[in-house]
């Protein structure tokens, strides 16, 4: 190319591998074109590289000002920034799955933010984190995340695209994160400085070969990418549109010049070049031994020395496909790198990963089309990643800065989208130190059903960026400072027992034809309790919807006595009472009252008793008591006042046609006919119904006595219920039980 054609903005790209170092300068001329307008490849002289690691920095920086000093010479012109990618032996990888529950279903309101998705996603970088320091244990080696992605999110354990918006009470994400040492990072950066060049992207060998032989159009199918350099061989997975997997093993074409080295009893270069012949498919390879001996051999020769190590490289890249893809094979592989032009390398992968071997391909120059090069070039697969960089330069500019978080300096990877957050848990500060903390949930059972009440939200924290108030998603630049405070936690959660919802309804009985409205009562872990009662962890709260009639009659300071009528039936005093009961009884013969009764039953701070009827109106007193003295009477509640009223009220009550009598006091209905001991009376749809004729009786009894038609539908099933409870046709029946029968659509 004519340098004054050249345009200004160039892009300059390094590969530097175990072998060589290859030099590329190029720009985009449009979206699906890049133009190299230089390109240059020097050999390292030394081992000053093994298995993708520098070692001699001096050294490596000398062949890369050889490769710079030739592409200047080409371009007619000083390049002063360079793109470079980090080998992928040296890079980590964690997939991780992490989950957060936002609350029981029964009260989680909450729509799912932008911020917690993204505290969800920090907990799986930082858990990756977790498993990178406890793999590293007693390495002494700092190790920074240099991306992350997510694979899937869930709600409520079914997967999802987008979380934001939703509501549930669990989200979870699988997510891929990638870390490099700071040793490696340390060593590029020090190596190309030291070539008088300054860093102006970083990216992964692997990402920048992906970037060139597999187009996101591709990356829908299961596709393996496998980048065979000298020392290591890089193998990325792609699925459903995204690199779901990274990895390595750290053997490639190194391994196979060191069999030629002791087959032939030469130096490492002299197996090099007999290697390069016998790729190239020479007739005859001449070299000389170590004794300075001339000797020569056939490519033949040496595919059949090496047969064995390719067998081996082969083995272990299908073993690390099978195992990043999940225990299974791929649907193809793409090949690239010099290794991968190795004499049955394609094949014998697709033989180990049970593929047809069209499946299996060396990617060079079908996959280089959208690239022009200089006449003088020529396309191979080993120029695919050093395109892959260059073009990285136009995705994201990617290189490390420095920021100060609390007074710490701290070396960041910059893939553009840098965040607070991200300087945060660089130096471990905790992810639950920077969004706000609820307090501690409370758990309790409620009949037997588990409730929880949320704890209150807590402050989050107080960042400021450069002395300015942030937040935790502001973007940051190098050099910024960082002040974070951490976030705090709210409140616990408390309740009482007056705040659920259940015990704000009040049971009403029609007691002798007037109106008594009591509270239901609470019982936590078997101790009745007032409305005042917080409620503790792990409580078992019952909140009982009847009163037997001894503890009406202990409420109303009245003594139990025979022809008590429940539902116009005699009862005993365990005969449990249901809303909307009527109860009478007539003690004219010297009505008692409980003169000194303490009923342990009876807590509430708040009561409405209706207690008669005068000739020309009724007469309805209010006794009410303070919180304080509520308080006072939880434990021994002897109405003593309630008493004194009534004791001191005298109520005229009118004749009855059922020949009821007026006293003094509450006035009570004159019992009915006795039944046998083994009729059972219960209550039928707000109806008396007596069984008779057996000693035990169950539901399907009533049908003899009830009139139900259960043999024309109604509905689409019939409802049983006894004492609130769904039951069936055999639920045994006891005295006084009050049974709920009907259809239902």
């Excluded at 007693?138 to 992605?149: A, D, L, M, P, T």
């Excluded at 899937?152 to 994160?177: C, F, Q, R, S």
């Excluded at 195992?323 to 290794?339: P, Q, R, W």
């Amino acid at each position: 190319m004519d340098k004054e054609n050249i345009p200004e903005q160039l892009v300059f790209g390094l590969d530097i591998g175990t072998r060589s170092i290859v030099g590329t300068v190029g720009y985009k001329q449009s979206v699906n074109n890049f133009v190299v307008v230089a390109q240059s490849v020097r050999c390292h002289e030394t081992r000053a590289m093994m298995d993708g690691q520098i070692h001699d920095i001096a050294k490596v920086a000398e062949t890369i000002s050889q490769v710079r000093r030739e592409l200047e010479h080409q371009i007619g012109r000083k390049l002063n920034r360079v793109c470079i990618a980090a080998a992928g032996r040296v890079l980590k990888t964690v997939t991780v799955e992490v989950e957060e529950n936002l609350g029981d279903e029964n009260f989680q309101d909450e729509m799912i933010s932008a911020e917690i998705i993204h505290g969800l996603e920090m907990l799986g970088v930082e858990k990756a984190y977790e498993i990178i320091r406890k793999e590293t244990q007693g390495e002494n080696i700092r190790f920074y995340c240099v991306g992350y992605s997510v694979v899937h999110y869930y709600l409520n354990d079914n997967m999802i695209t987008n979380l934001e918006g939703h509501k549930g009470n669990k989200i979870a994400a699988k997510v891929l994160a990638t870390f490099l040492p700071q040793e490696v990072i340390d060593g590029l950066y020090a190596s190309t400085e030291k070539a008088g060049l300054e860093v102006d992207n970083l990216t992964l060998e692997p990402i920048a070969a992906i970037n060139v032989a597999i187009p996101e159009k591709f990356r829908l199918l299961n596709i393996a990418l496998v980048d065979v350099g000298a020392g290591t061989s890089d193998i990325c997975i792609t699925k459903e549109g995204t690199v779901v997997a990274y990895g390595m093993i750290p053997m490639a074409g190194d391994a196979i010049t060191n069999v030629i080295v002791q087959a032939h009893l030469v130096d490492f270069a002299t197996a090099e070049e007999i290697k390069i012949g016998a790729s190239m498919q020479k007739k005859v390879i001449n070299y000389k031994d170590i004794m300075g001996l001339a000797e020569k051999t056939t490519p033949e020769e040496v595919f059949a020395e090496t047969q064995d190590k390719v067998a081996e490289i082969t083995q272990l890249v299908a073993d690390k496909i099978v195992e990043l893809n999940g225990g299974k094979s791929v649907s193809a592989v793409f090949v690239v790198g010099g290794g991968g032009k190795l004499p049955d390398f394609v094949k014998m992968l697709a033989n180990r990963l049970n593929l047809p071997e069209e499946r299996v391909a060396l990617r060079g120059e079908e996959v280089l089309g959208a690239i022009t090069f200089p006449e003088d070039v020529k396309k191979d697969p080993m120029l695919v990643t050093p395109i892959g960089i260059c073009l990285n330069y136009y995705e994201q500019k990617n290189n490390f800065i420095f920021v100060q978080v609390n007074g710490e300096r701290v070396k960041l990877y910059d893939n553009s989208k840098l965040t607070i957050v991200d300087a945060a848990l660089s130096v471990g500060f905790p992810n639950d130190g920077l969004f706000p903390k609820r307090g501690m949930a409370l758990e309790f059972f409620v009949n037997e059903r588990k409730r929880m009440v949320r704890g209150g939200e807590g402050e989050a924290a107080v960042i400021l960026l450069n002395g300015r108030t942030a937040g935790i998603n502001t973007p940051i630049e190098a050099n910024d400072i960082i002040e974070i405070t951490a976030s705090t936690a709210g409140e616990a959660a408390h309740m009482m027992i007056g705040e659920l919802a259940e015990y704000k309804k009040s049971i009403e009985f029609l007691v002798n034809g007037k109106r008594i409205i009591c509270p239901k009562f609470v019982r936590a872990n078997g101790q009745l309790v007032s409305e005042y009662y917080d409620i503790h962890a792990d409580d078992q709260l019952e909140i009982q919807d009847y009163y037997t009639l001894r503890q009406l009659l202990d409420f109303m300071d009245v003594m139990y006595q025979d022809g008590i009528l429940v539902n116009h039936v005699p009862a005993g005093e365990e005969e449990k009472i249901y809303d909307k009961f009527s109860v009478d009884f007539d003690f004219s013969s010297g009505a008692k009252r409980a003169e000194s009764t303490a009923p342990e039953n009876h807590v509430s701070s708040d009561l409405t008793l209706s207690v008669g009827k005068e000739q020309e109106g009724a007469l309805e007193r209010d006794f009410s008591f303070s919180d304080e003295e509520a308080s006072s009477r939880e434990q021994d509640f002897s109405k003593e006042n309630l008493t004194k009223e009534i004791s001191d009220k005298e109520v005229s009550l009118p004749e009855t046609s059922a020949g009821q009598s007026t006293t003094q006091g509450i006035s009570v209905r004159e019992s009915g006919p006795q039944e046998a001991d083994t009729d059972l009376r219960i209550n039928v749809n707000a109806t008396p119904v007596v069984l008779k004729g057996k000693t035990e009786y169950r539901v399907v009894d009533i049908l003899d006595f009830y009139d139900f038609d259960v043999k024309t539908a109604h509905g689409n099933r019939v409802v049983i219920k006894v004492n609130g409870t769904p039951c069936n046709f055999s639920t045994k029946l006891s005295r006084g039980d009050y049974v709920e029968l009907y259809w239902e659509d």
